[in-house]
């Protein structure tokens, strides 16, 4: 449970118009639902080719049409799109376009992510929106504003001005009641928890419940109430803080929200052990570690499932073609009068094609063992250790619980593995379910997965700097074995280096995907790299030699370390 989660509002507030017709707001309420991106954008554009939308309506479109291109990540798509509306609104001199595409291009620049620029979008969009009285636009910004000075942990006295703000303007909208009206109080009761301020956030937090479920919105109850839990451990009202969590659990696993019961079951783990009662503690950690070994036995049978399935069709496919061309050669040879030169040639064809069939028919399962070999030896050295020292934790807790030591320590150990796993997971799973990966689609990926990890080095900043002129496609294995090199360096820059600065670097040029990682650290001594031992090393450029990578690694004792993949 983080205090930025209410960010998410970004994407599902898109604005505050609606279409007015009933057909277009059921269409476009279809295409939201959908995940269909590619053809939903093919259908928004056709809706804007009509001549017979408002102007509300047509912003409507236009707002849902960003929100796909944000779906799949389209980022200099999104600008470049806001950016000509924006310039076209104000040649028309159409205010309400303008602050609306101010707003979205404050969006945009959040998920790049450049919260500054996001920041100031949405500053533009509120100067414009109170000369033109647009009320609920105004409400989401400040929002929006509130929200990103909360996730950046400063200025806390600004953020509360925003969502006070935010509110005010509720109340004025008649959005108070809605989900939205909602989501303010819940990040401002997050704001008192943050500064201290409990009680307020207390009743604040109640009033959220209370709300969510006169709106009989169950979801949003699930997670006011973990937010709740967690303020009431810190206040040692451990019996409140369980009952809270297991009410969040049984609506988590109603609706199947794993994630969601995953963070119950670690919550009432946590306060169960913080009020002694070890015994109920071990038992909700043991079912979330479960809950994580059963998700990760299910996602990989689902892929050896797909290929075993793309396998059989395959050769289903190719025992037909070679049923049809036997009939057509048993027909060829009745109905022609040249039994004996024909038969003959007809059975020399035949058995070159069967040979060549049987040879393409083991080529093709050779393929496939080989694909499982990979997948299972890519699973195995990057989730393997995770599993086994995840193993290796639960024995000591179970230890430590029978001779009551050392309980909380072995607690934050396996949540932390667990997660680590979980991530790990989700990343090869990403990765495997493309075919292609584009550079830009790899690094934003990369961002994503370094500013999680660096939660846990709160000391290190990250520079991010990327020139995607060019383009560049990646195949799976190429994007994975990549993925493990940058996890690999990643990981030891945080552990090792001391550096207080890691620099992220991303371009493509004429056909090469260039990533570098570097660190101001203590750096090591380069000859170390072809002793014995240096393992992460070695692993890294034998994955590198494996899709014909070019792997240089470049440090010296006491000036940091520069890792740079060419493909």
């Not at 020399?348 to 393409?360: E, G, L, M, P």
């Not at 997965?449 to 496609?473: C, D, M, W």
């Not at 994007?479 to 090792?496: G, M, P």
């Amino acid at each position: 449970m983080h205090k930025g989660c209410g960010l998410i509002f970004l994407l599902i507030i898109s604005t505050g118009l609606f279409a007015q017709k009933n057909g277009l707001v059921k269409q476009l309420a279809a295409i939201e639902k959908s995940n269909a991106y590619d053809t939903n954008i093919k259908e928004l554009k056709k809706i804007l080719s009509t001549s017979n939308l408002t102007t509300e309506e047509n912003i409507t479109v236009q707002t849902e049409l960003i929100h796909q291109y944000q779906e799949l990540h389209q980022w200099d798509t999104c600008l470049r799109y806001c950016q000509s509306q924006i310039a076209l609104a104000q040649k028309q001199n159409n205010k309400l376009a303008e602050a609306t595409f101010y707003k979205l291009l404050g969006n945009t620049c959040y998920h790049i992510p450049d919260k500054e620029k996001a920041v100031a979008y949405w500053k533009k969009c509120i100067a414009i929106s109170e000369t033109i009285n647009q009320g609920l636009l105004l409400e989401q910004c400040y929002h929006n504003i509130g929200s990103v000075i909360l996730e950046s942990g400063k200025n806390y006295d600004e953020a509360e001005k925003n969502f006070l703000k935010a509110i005010q303007l509720s109340v004025a909208n008649k959005t108070d009641t809605t989900q939205l009206g909602n989501l303010h109080y819940r990040l401002l009761a997050t704001l008192y928890q943050q500064t201290g301020r409990n009680e307020k956030a207390e009743t604040l937090y109640t009033t959220v419940i209370a709300r969510a479920r006169q709106l009989n919105d169950s979801l949003r109850i699930a997670e006011a109430l973990m937010f709740y839990a967690v303020l009431l451990s810190s206040e040692k009202k451990f019996d409140k803080a369980i009952e809270n969590g297991k009410e969040a659990l049984l609506i988590s696993q109603k609706f199947n929200k794993l994630d969601m019961e995953q963070t119950a079951l670690g919550l009432l783990s946590s306060n169960y052990a913080q009020a002694s009662n070890f015994k109920e503690a071990y038992r909700y950690l043991y079912d979330q570690n479960e809950s994580y070994r059963k998700r990760f036995n299910t996602d990989l049978n689902s892929k050896m499932s797909e290929a075993e399935a793309k396998f059989k069709t395959s050769e289903l496919q190719h025992e037909n073609e070679i049923a049809s061309i036997k009939a057509k050669k048993e027909k060829q040879i009745y109905l022609t009068g040249f039994a004996g030169l024909l038969i003959l040639a007809s059975f020399a064809f035949y058995y070159f094609y069967q040979k060549r069939s049987v040879r393409q028919k083991v080529q093709m399962q050779l393929q496939v063992q080989a694909e499982k070999e990979r997948l299972s030896r890519d699973l195995h050295d990057n989730l393997g250790s995770q599993m086994a020292l995840l193993s290796n934790n639960v024995e000591n807790l179970d230890t430590n619980y029978r001779k009551q030591l050392g309980i909380d320590e072995n607690i934050d150990r396996v949540k932390g593995t667990s997660k680590q796993l979980l991530q790990t997971l989700r990343e090869t799973i990403w990765i495997l379910n493309k075919e292609q990966v584009s550079a830009q689609e790899f690094f934003d990926k990369l961002v994503d997965y370094t500013h999680r990890f660096l939660q846990s080095y709160p000391g290190i900043e990250l520079r991010v700097e990327e020139n995607f002129a060019g383009s560049k496609e990646l195949n799976s294995n190429e994007a994975l074995q990549l993925f493990r090199i940058c996890q690999e360096a990643i990981t030891n820059s945080c552990k090792y280096s001391k550096s207080e600065v890691l620099d992220l670097y991303g371009k493509t040029e004429q056909g090469i995907f260039t990533i570098r990682i570097k660190d101001s650290g203590k750096g090591f001594d380069s000859l170390a790299i072809r002793e014995e031992g240096h393992y992460g090393l070695k692993n890294m450029q034998k994955r590198a030699a494996v899709v014909n990578a070019n792997l240089q690694i470049l440090t010296a004792t006491g000036n940091g370390v520069t890792i740079t993949i060419n493909v």
